[in-house]
C-alpha cells in the first residue's frame, strides 16, 4: 500500500501559497495548510485539506502544525515555509514595530517552521523556503523586506549542510513579482515603485526586464515545488532558486 505523502503549508490559503497548495494536492499529496483565515479550503478540497489556524510568528504553532500532520497521516515529506508579505518603506519611515513584524513574519516565521519540521523528518523529505528576487539583489524603499528575503536564503543554506547528513534537503525558491491580490495591495502603498499604477508597472517591468516578457505565475511556482519534493531534485539541496521569467539570470 502506498503511504500516503503529507506537505505542511504556511499560508497556503491565498496568492502564491494556494497555488502551492493546489499543486501539491494534484500531485496526490495530503495537505495541512497552516494561516489565520480559512478561506473556504475545505470546501474547495474536501478531505485532502486541513487547515490549522496557525500565526507563523509563534514558534509553538509550527510544533502544531507538525504534530497534526503527523497524527493525520503518520508523516511529514515536505514544509513549505510560504507565509509572509512586503511592504515598501524608505527608510527613514521605518520604525521598530514595522521591522520587527517583517522580521519576525518573514524570517522567524520560516525559522521556527524549519526548526519543528526538522526534528520530526526523515530521510527524504524536504523543506522549501519561499523567498524572492529581493533575496538577492536589494531595490530602493525596501530595506526591511530584502533583509528579511536576505536572512532567508542565508538559513536555507545553512540548514542544507546541518540536516543534509540526515538525507533532508533544503532548499528556497525566488520568485520575482507574482501578481497575486496581495502583490497589488502591497504595490498601491505611497513608497512602492508602481506609483500608483500598480497593473501598469507589472506590465511595463515584465516587458522592460525578463528575458520572457512576462512574469511567473503562482502555478508555476507550485509547479517548482513539486519538481523540488520529488525524486527529479534528489541531488539539489541548499540552491535558491530564481523563479523570473530571466529578470536575473545566473
Not at 519540521?117 to 526523515?122: H, I, K, P, T
Request: net charge neutral.
Amino acid at each position: 500500500m502506498t503511504k500516503q505523502k503529507t506537505v505542511v503549508i504556511t499560508g497556503g490559503n491565498r496568492g502564491i501559497g494556494l497555488s502551492i497548495t493546489e499543486a501539491f494536492i494534484d500531485a496526490g499529496y495530503f495537505v495541512v495548510v497552516g494561516a489565520r483565515q480559512e478561506m473556504d479550503l475545505t470546501k474547495r478540497f474536501g478531505e485532502r485539506i486541513l487547515f490549522v489556524s496557525t500565526d507563523v510568528r509563534d514558534e509553538l504553532a509550527h510544533s502544531r502544525l507538525v504534530n497534526v500532520a503527523i497524527k493525520k497521516t503518520g508523516s511529514l515529506d515536505v514544509y513549505v515555509n510560504n507565509a509572509g508579505f512586503s511592504e515598501w518603506r524608505p527608510i527613514e519611515n521605518i520604525d521598530s514595530t514595522f521591522l520587527d513584524d517583517m522580521l519576525n513574519t518573514n524570517l522567524k516565521g520560516v525559522f521556527w517552521g524549519c526548526k519543528a519540521a526538522s526534528e520530526v523528518m526523515l530521510d527524504g523529505a524536504n523543506i522549501i523556503n519561499i523567498s524572492s528576487l529581493a533575496s538577492k539583489r536589494g531595490t530602493a524603499n525596501n530595506s526591511a523586506y530584502c533583509a528579511s528575503k536576505f536572512a532567508v536564503n542565508g538559513l536555507t543554506q545553512a540548514l542544507a549542510k546541518e540536516i543534509g547528513p540526515r538525507g533532508i534537503r533544503v532548499n528556497a525558491l525566488c520568485p520575482v513579482l507574482v501578481p497575486t491580490e496581495g502583490l497589488l495591495e502591497a504595490l498601491k502603498g505611497s513608497f512602492s515603485p508602481a506609483k500608483g499604477d500598480p497593473e501598469g508597472f507589472l506590465s511595463r517591468f515584465a516587458v522592460d526586464h525578463a528575458a520572457l516578457k512576462r512574469l511567473p505565475t503562482g502555478g508555476e511556482v507550485g509547479a517548482m515545488c513539486i519538481l523540488l519534493s520529488s525524486g527529479a531534485a534528489s541531488a539539489m539541496t541548499g540552491q535558491c532558486i530564481n523563479v523570473d521569467c530571466g529578470v536575473l539570470p545566473q
